[in-house]
């Protein structure tokens, strides 16, 4: 499977390398890791919700209140860091909203995430009635986020990998994260093996909320401004990458979504 992964890639690169010269060169690689960052940030938090055998179609407009959040809070003065945990923290609550409301309500999660994913949007046009917000940005140090560098790597592609460490290490490396699989493979044994299958549920729409919403945070400092309609284009690409990676991978996993993310960057 991972000798097919690459052949295709291979494949991608060869055909867009013959449209075009810079394709390979130094500069068109370092722009699709860079875009792979923020669509990947938002599979791998998705890849928790597909794993459990539920859907989440909330995610890109928690991830504009997200940003609009962010937005504000830098704008009123507060520090960078408290910033980004606050729009990050609304992704999180919003995924607990779902967990409630589709684990212990048993709500439909399509019909239940499509409507907290409404709400959203209308909360954030709270912020600024729907215009841009930018003030403060280049004082507050976000746009940092997309200009520095980490360990020789950009940024935003260090992020996603110290990411994507974490997300596989809890999903595949420890029995909370096998329990996910459980949860989503069969219910019932899980349940009566003591797997609190609700409370697995309700931390996948988190981790998916508050992944979304880290996704939007990297996007808002390469834009320089937070707008509502900042998660519009996370959607489509975040379950194209989680199914993609699952269909060459044979299961939904940390390293097929990451793998399905490339690919889906490198043919855009």
């Known amino acids: 499977r991972l000798i097919a992964f690459l052949a295709l890639l291979g494949v991608i690169a060869l055909i867009f390398q013959s449209q075009s010269a810079a394709y390979l060169s130094t500069g068109n690689i370092r722009a699709l890791f860079r875009h792979m960052s923020v669509q990947g940030l938002a599979a791998l938090g998705l890849t928790f919700v597909i794993v459990v055998r539920q859907?989440?179609?909330?995610?890109?407009?928690?991830?504009?209140?997200?940003?609009?959040?962010l937005g504000w809070l830098i704008a009123t003065g507060h520090p960078l860091p408290v910033a980004i945990a606050g729009g990050i923290g609304i992704g999180v609550l919003f995924g607990l909203a779902n967990g409630v409301s589709i684990a212990y309500f048993r709500l439909p999660d399509i019909v239940t995430t499509i409507a907290t994913g409404g709400l959203a949007i209308g909360f954030?046009?709270?912020?600024?009635?729907?215009?841009?917000?930018?003030?403060?940005?280049?004082?507050?140090?976000?746009l940092d986020l997309?200009?520095?560098?980490?360990?020789?790597?950009?940024?935003?592609?260090?992020i996603l990998l110290g990411a994507a460490i974490v997300t596989f290490v809890i999903l595949h490396a420890t029995r909370f994260g096998r329990a996910f699989y459980a949860?989503?493979?069969?219910?019932?044994?899980?349940?009566?093996s003591g797997i609190p299958i609700h409370a697995y549920v309700l931390a996948a729409f988190a981790i998916c909320g508050g992944m979304a919403c880290l996704s939007i945070?990297?996007?808002?400092?390469?834009?320089?401004?937070?707008?509502?309609?900042?998660?519009?284009?996370l959607l489509m690409p975040a379950f194209a990458a989680v199914y993609l990676g699952a269909a060459l991978f044979g299961r939904p996993s940390i390293g097929a979504t990451l793998a399905g993310t490339m690919l889906m960057s490198a043919m855009l």
């Open 217 to 233: 945070t990297l996007l808002v400092a390469s834009s320089g401004a937070a707008n509502v309609t900042a998660g519009s284009q």
């Open 146 to 158: 997309n200009d520095q560098k980490f360990l020789g790597l950009d940024q935003p592609v260090a």
């Open 124 to 142: 954030s046009y709270f912020y600024s009635n729907g215009t841009s917000i930018s003030q403060n940005f280049f004082m507050s140090g976000i």
């Open 55 to 69: 859907y989440d179609l909330s995610f890109p407009g928690v991830a504009s209140l997200g940003a609009m959040t």
């Open 183 to 192: 949860t989503g493979e069969n219910r019932t044994s899980a349940m009566f």
